[in-house]
Each structure stands twice: as C-alpha cells, then as structure tokens.
C-alpha cells in the first residue's frame, strides 16, 4: 500500500526495539526426523536481487523447513530503509530494485509498503522481525537471522584476499560488521588471523546475549583465488564448520592445479587429517546456494544458484537449540543434489553405512573416504599461481593424494536405491562418504569451476570411539 512517511511512522512505531527472537522458538520435540535448510543467501539489504520476502517464499514454497538470510555485514533491523525502483544499471551492490521485481513483489504481498516522490517510487524494505513473524510457523518452517562477516585483506595495497564468514541465530552486529560497509577492508593481518577474531567477536556478542543458539561457519574458501587456504583453518581448531559446497559464488581457475586437484573436498581432508593427528575435534562440512537471485521474484537475472545445494540436519525439533546441537554432534549431511535416507555410525565397530532412496533413471556410486595414520598432512609441494586483476600471485599447497583416499568404492544400476558401508581400520584416522550420482548437476560450473558436474552428498566425518560431542556445546 502506498503511504506518506508520518502514516508510515506511525505503523512502524515499535518496530525498531529489535528483532524479535521469540518467533525462533518454533518447533516442539519428537523423534529426530530430517529437516532441510538454507544458511546462505541474500537480498536487497545488501548485495542481492531480490526483496526478503521473496528470497523465504522461494525457500519456504520449496519445501525447505529452516532458512537463514545473510547479507554482508547487515542485519536488516533498520526499519525505515527505502530503495527506489528502477532499472539496476551495474555496480556493486545494486542500489535499486528491478521495476519487474517490484511488480512481482505487489503481486505476491498486496500488503507491501511503497510510496511515490514526483516521478520516483520507493518500496520499503520489511525487517529480518518483520520476516520472521510473517513467515515463521511452529513445526513447519524456521527463519533465522544470519549475517555473513565479509573482510577483504589489501596484500599490498591494491590486491586483495577475502574472507567470508556466516554466523546464525544472533540478532546483532559483531563490531567488525557494524562498523563498516558492506565489505571491511583490512591491511596487516592474514586470513588466519581474520577467522579467529571474527570467531572470538561472535563468540563475545553471543555472551553478552546470554549465548542463545548459534553456529559459526567459514564460507566458500577458494572464493576469490584460493584466499582460504587450509593452513588458515588449521591454525583455527575452534572452527566447526565450512563450506564443502557453494555454488553461488565465481571461484578460482583450476586450470594451474594438478588433476588430483585442490578442490573442497582435498581441502577437507588436509584439514581433518591434521585434526586428528592432533586430538582436536571435526571439522564438519556444509552446502549452500549463496543465493543473490531467486526464482518467481521478477529479476531479469537467471537465478543460477537456487536449489542447488542444502543440508539435511537430523533433529528432534525445528528450533535454532536442537538443529544446532544435530550440527555440531556432526548429525547432518550436505548436499550438492542428493539427499540421504539414513546415515549411521555405529561407534562400537565403527562402522559408518549410508543410504540414498532409489530415483527413476539415476545411478549412484558410493565412496568412502579416508586418510591413514602414516600418511604425512604435509603439502608435497606448492603451485605458484600468478597475479589475475587485483587478486595477487599464490602459492597454494598440494596434498598428498594419500590425504582423503577413497578406500571402498560401492556402485549401483540405473533406478536403483544405494545401501553401503564401511568399517575404519585401525590405520583409519576417520571415514567419511560422498555419494556421486550420474545425474547433470542443476547448474553445473555455471559460474563455479569447481562444482561437480553431477549432483553429489557428503556426509560428514567420523572416527574412531565417537564423532559426536554430546556434551560439547561451543562451536
């Protein structure tokens, strides 16, 4: 509806106390049952193409159940922020909203708040509490707040390395993200030590709240050119989470890397292997879109990325306590297309089986993963990768292809449903499984080179005794 700014002053009075947390206690306990989610998307708060509501209808009309939006360095609180409609003409971020996304905003929600100025017509952007009492329902679908802390270090002055973090379920600004724009620009420091500060702000806000459900993850390492490397999460044991999959973000060139490759899942394993040499815990693995545009919205731009990758949590209940708690017992998979049946580990043998129902005209091959105790976690040498714009020459580690070995490979026929398992070995320093189907991935390397050309699951990695931090509460 079309109003003046003291009509709308009016309605919106007691909209800016905060974001209103007590519509994210949704969900009731039961039997633990698989919920899907989304931890990674955006909207016009900051650099995305669409308004909130349209990015959690697209979400919550999907089928997903819990769904976070995480804008750089923005929390979507201000609740008299308005953005005119007009063509987007280029730049970063777009700082209008596409006159067809706008239609098919008043379409979707008559209720919308706009208002003209002489030739020019603004559309209020609704607050992440506003979202959440719209489309929060008990036991069926969840919406957090997110935020994804975005650094770019200057190494030297004029090129770059970016860091990219998302923490959900606190309804503030860390200092690092309030105090700057849509991206901190940083001289002095390494990505090493931008993880562990931005961890150790989260972890301040969340105390200062009263440590309410949360988690903390490393987003799309190899965004822009490898800028993540695992050292830096190495040197971070504290870090639970990172992306395996993101498919929403252009990353960097594998042409100058060996055919065994530098890719997530390497990554991964150079990381867990180190871990568990060390006694320190998982680190566990997490799929997103990365979503900027979405379909039915009205955005001229193809929604490349929707759809794509998620994870299934298994959770008692649908709240931000108990899915959280599923994700760091390591009780949740991630997918790049495939979802699981059932995933067990059976810490008495540790035996680790896996299942994927059957789908008309697809086959799976299952394969389990490992790195053995005597295999050195040193990089066996480095490729140095030259200077591309303003993203600055590398030199980027390669692992042994004894890190993160495939150890049992189990395939099956066309239509057929995948059941397999595998027992660590004594010499097994963990064990996790990714199951590759031969179906075309949604959007294969439509802008990411290293998305798997089909759709994939990882499920996370177990070890010997356990896998599970019962009583283990930090992130």
């Not at 706009?114 to 952007?125: L, N, P, S």
């Not at 940083?186 to 090493?192: D, E, I, N, Q």
């Not at 009780?331 to 067990?344: P, W």
């Not at 990695?461 to 356990?466: D, E, K, Q, T, V």
């Amino acid at each position: 509806m079309s109003l003046t700014r003291r009509e709308f002053a009016g309605l919106v009075a007691g909209a800016a106390a905060g974001f209103g947390l007590k519509g994210l206690a949704a969900g009731s306990s039961g039997s633990p049952r698989w919920y899907k989610g989304m931890l990674h998307a955006h909207t016009c708060w900051s650099d995305g193409y669409v308004l909130p509501e349209q990015a959690v209808a697209a979400y919550k009309n999907g089928g997903y159940d819990f769904f976070s939006i995480t804008d750089h360095n923005r929390l979507g609180t201000d609740s008299d922020r308005w953005m005119e409609v007009a063509e987007v003409t280029g730049g970063w971020p777009p700082t209008t909203i596409e006159p067809s996304v706008f239609e098919a905003y008043l379409t979707a929600f008559p209720d919308a708040r706009w208002r003209t100025e002489g030739d020019k017509t603004y559309v209020r952007m609704s607050t992440m509490a506003e979202v959440a009492e719209r489309f929060n329902e008990e036991g069926r679908f969840l919406f957090m707040p997110g935020c994804e802390v975005t650094t770019r270090i200057g190494i030297p002055d004029n090129a770059a390395c970016d860091v990219h973090m998302n923490y959900i379920g606190l309804d503030a600004l860390i200092p690092r993200a309030a105090k700057s724009g849509l991206m901190e620009k940083l001289t002095g420091t390494t990505a090493a030590a931008v993880i562990r500060e931005t961890r150790d702000q989260v972890g301040r806000l969340a105390a200062k709240k009263g440590n309410p459900p949360h988690i903390f993850f490393v987003n799309h390492p190899h965004w822009r050119y490898y800028d993540v490397l695992p050292a830096d999460i190495i040197a971070n044991p504290d870090i639970r989470f990172f992306e395996v999959c993101n498919t929403g973000s252009a990353w960097a060139p594998e042409d100058s890397m060996p055919k065994d490759g530098f890719d997530n899942d390497r990554f991964w394993d150079a990381v867990n292997a180190t871990r568990c040499k060390r006694g320190e815990r998982l680190l566990y693995g997490i799929g997103t879109d990365d979503t900027h545009m979405y379909p039915d919205s009205g955005t001229s731009r193809c929604p490349i990325t929707y759809g794509d990758a998620w994870i299934g949590v298994r959770s008692a209940a649908l709240t931000p306590a108990a899915l959280f708690a599923a994700m760091k017992n390591g009780d949740f998979y991630a997918s790049g297309g495939v979802d699981f049946e059932d995933v067990r580990f059976d810490r008495s043998t540790g035996t680790l089986s896996v299942s994927v129902p059957a789908k008309a005209g697809v086959a799976y091959t299952v394969k389990f993963i490992t790195t053995k105790s005597g295999v050195s976690v040193d990089p066996v040498r480095t490729v140095e990768l030259p200077q591309q714009d303003d993203r600055p020459a590398r030199s980027v580690p390669v692992y042994s292809e004894a890190v993160g070995a495939v150890v049992r490979t189990v395939s099956f026929g066309s239509g057929e449903a995948a059941s397999a398992s595998y027992t660590l070995a004594a010499d097994d320093l963990y064990v996790r499984a990714r199951v590759e189907s031969n179906e075309p991935a949604t959007y294969p390397n439509a802008i990411n080179k290293m998305h798997p050309p089909t759709k994939v699951a990882w499920t996370q990695p177990y070890r010997h005794g356990h896998n599970r931090y019962v009583h283990d509460v930090s992130i």
